[in-house]
């Protein structure tokens, strides 16, 4: 993928009472996952460190979160509309997963899709590098 620069993305919920911001490039990689729960959502993400992601406002009040399995993904979702706009995912529990179509529009350039086997949560992890997303890299010029 093209490296892109540094923007401010906004988004959130359907009914707007959960929004967030997020800093992250303009374009994307961002993971369709197969596991129970994202393939029942459809939801396909993108990961960012968690300094990078703010909720505002009083969003916080509209939150609710699920959890299964090993309870280290944090499926939050907005009490009123019950949208999954972003969550702490079990890949990257220091960073938070970005659902792509909850981003307003105007800032994502650029979406890879790229497949993660969540049925085999483990291979999946250590073969397609999701780790590494969470982290903070140098936004120095290569």
Not at 32 to 61: T, Y
Not at 79 to 92: D, E, H, L, Q
Request: some cysteine; proline content about 4%; charged content about 20%.
């Amino acid at each position: 993928m093209e490296e892109s620069k540094t923007v401010l993305h906004n988004g959130g919920c359907h009914c707007r009472r959960v929004r967030w911001r997020v800093q992250a490039p303009s374009n994307v990689i961002a993971w369709k996952c197969n596991c129970s729960d994202c393939s029942m959502r459809a939801n396909i993400h993108f990961v960012v460190p968690a300094e990078k992601f703010q909720l505002l406002g009083d969003s916080q009040d509209f939150i609710t979160t699920y959890t299964f399995g090993t309870h280290t993904a944090k499926h939050t979702f907005c009490k009123v509309c019950g949208i999954t706009s972003f969550y702490i995912p079990r890949s990257n529990p220091d960073g938070v997963a970005v659902t792509c179509t909850c981003v307003d529009s105007g800032t994502l350039d650029q979406v890879e899709i790229r497949n993660y086997d969540g049925q085999n949560w483990e291979s999946s992890y250590d073969e397609s590098g999701i780790g590494s997303h969470s982290k903070v890299q140098d936004d120095v010029p290569k």
